[in-house]
Each structure stands twice: as C-alpha cells, then as structure tokens.
C-alpha cells in the first residue's frame, strides 16, 4: 500500500524554526518529485514546495523562498522540509503528497496523489 | 502563476439532486503535444487529506463512483455530482498541475439543502 505520514508539527514561537518529515511506503521514492502543501486552518490548499527526484531542481512558493528548504534523502524514503524564520501566517497543517513521475523516458508531470494525513504546525507566541 | 477561480464558493442542493461546480483557470492548461487537460478535481471531507476523483479533465480514479463526472476543456471546467449523496458532503478543489507553481482553486464547499 502506498503511504505518506508527516511528522515533525508543534507550536513554535514567530522567529523560530521546525523541520517536517514525510516517510513514504509502498513506492520507490526515487522515482518521483515530492511536494508540500499546506492548509491554514478553515482556508484551502496552498502548494508550498517541490523537488525532483534526485533533489537536483527545488521550487518554492514566492513567500517562503529564501525561508524554508525542500530536501529529500531516498535511501531512507524520506522527504524533508526544514522551516526557518516562520511567522504567524506559516500556521498551517503541512502535507506532503508524491508528484510527477520519472522513469528513463523522462519525467510526466501528475496530479498530487497520495497525500499523507498531514501534521500541523503552529507559530505562535 | 496560473489563477485558479472556483463558482460558486458553496452550495447547498436535496439528497438525489445534482451538483456541479466549476472551475476556470486564467490560461489554457491543455497541452497541445498530446491533447491532454492538466486538470484534477479533489474531494475533501472534515479532518481528512483532499483524495483524488478526477484527473486530465475527465477521467474518473479507480475507486470513484460514478455519480462523480468532469468535462470542460482549455480554461473552463466542471465537476457534476449526478445525484448527491450524504457521504458527499465535502470540499471540492479544482487544481492544475500544468505548470510551477502548482495552483488550486479556493474550494467549493457542498452540503445538503
């Protein structure tokens, strides 16, 4: 079965930093982009960051570039998202969710699917 | 960045009665190489992660009833619940995956009337 769970949420002050954790199941994650999207609490979806499948192209939405960091280490089936400078407007639960596909062919881009359960993050003071 | 505009923002429609949302981006998101509709629709119930119904426009995931039925092509699309049903009480997400940054509209909530 293929999975995704978050972790890595809590309540952290404005200023301070958090690193989220995705651990996949059931998938190579080698094979695909991974994304971040969050979800401020009672508002919709936000696509926050991608990254390729071996972490050589990283994308970022324009308010958290320069913030937070996407990374990945495969041999662990693990994706990151490291959190700095965060501010009340960052609250939100974060997903991660697989995206495009890649195989010797070249990469097609998908819709985000699976998605995890999420983990929640709080700036607050 | 390609803008993604739900309508209605929420509506209420009778158990058995059909509902439709739509969803218009601010550029095509047909890819011309292969004709394809870079367009998926989401259901999210309370408390849990949005799940796939229907990607390229039109095509309905493994799993997904039949009642669930996209169209539309270039900028214009819409997602059509045939006969509402109460587990189909949720928010609905429209979202192109054409281009970065990958965008979403700002949801449709449904209830029952």
Same mark, same amino acid.
């Given at each position: 079965?293929?999975?995704?769970?978050?972790?890595?949420?809590?309540?952290?002050?404005?200023?301070?930093?958090?690193?989220?954790?995705?651990?996949?199941?059931?998938?190579?994650?080698?094979?695909?982009?991974?994304?971040?999207?969050?979800?401020?609490?009672?508002?919709?979806?936000?696509? /926050?960051?991608?990254?390729?499948?071996?972490?050589?192209?990283?994308?970022?939405?324009?308010?958290?570039?320069?913030?937070?960091?996407?990374?990945?280490?495969?041999?662990?089936?693990?994706?990151?998202?490291?959190?700095?400078?965060?501010?009340?407007?960052?609250?939100?639960?974060?997903?991660?969710?697989?995206?495009?596909?890649?195989?010797?062919?070249?990469?097609?881009?998908?819709?985000?699917?699976?998605?995890?359960?999420?983990?929640? /993050?709080?700036?607050?003071? | 960045? %390609?803008?993604?505009?739900?309508?209605?923002?929420?509506?209420?429609?009778?158990?058995?009665?059909?509902?439709? %949302?739509?969803?218009?981006?601010?550029?095509?998101?047909?890819?011309?190489?292969?004709?394809?509709?870079?367009?998926?629709?989401?259901?999210?119930?309370? *408390?849990?992660?949005?799940?796939?119904? %229907?990607?390229?426009?039109?095509?309905?995931?493994?799993?997904?009833?039949?009642?669930?039925?996209?169209?539309?092509? *270039?900028?214009?699309?819409?997602?059509? %619940?045939?006969?509402?049903?109460?587990?189909?009480?949720?928010?609905?997400?429209?979202?192109?995956?054409? *281009?970065?940054?990958?965008?979403?509209?700002?949801?449709?909530?449904?209830?029952?009337?």
């Amino acid at each position: 079965e293929v999975q995704l769970v978050e972790s890595g949420g809590g309540l952290v002050q404005p200023g301070g930093s958090l690193r989220l954790s995705c651990a996949a199941s059931g998938f190579s994650l080698g094979n695909y982009w991974m994304s971040w999207v969050r979800q401020a609490p009672g508002k919709g979806l936000e696509w /926050v960051a991608n990254i390729k499948e071996d972490g050589s192209e990283k994308n970022y939405m324009n308010s958290v570039r320069g913030r937070f960091s996407i990374s990945r280490d495969n041999a662990e089936n693990s994706l990151y998202l490291q959190m700095n400078s965060l501010r009340a407007e960052d609250t939100a639960i974060y997903y991660c969710a697989r995206d495009r596909y890649c195989n010797a062919a070249g990469c097609f881009w998908r819709w985000l699917a699976p998605w995890g359960q999420g983990t929640l /993050v709080t700036v607050s003071s | 960045d %390609i803008v993604m505009t739900q309508s209605p923002d929420s509506l209420a429609v009778s158990l058995g009665e059909r509902a439709t %949302i739509n969803c218009k981006s601010s550029q095509s998101v047909l890819y011309s190489d292969n004709n394809k509709n870079y367009l998926a629709w989401y259901q999210q119930r309370p *408390g849990q992660p949005p799940k796939v119904l %229907i990607t390229w426009a039109s095509t309905r995931e493994s799993g997904v009833p039949d009642r669930f039925s996209g169209s539309g092509s *270039g900028t214009d699309f819409t997602l059509t %619940i045939s006969s509402l049903q109460a587990e189909d009480v949720a928010v609905y997400y429209c979202h192109q995956y054409y *281009g970065t940054p990958l965008t979403f509209g700002q949801g449709t909530k449904v209830e029952i009337k």
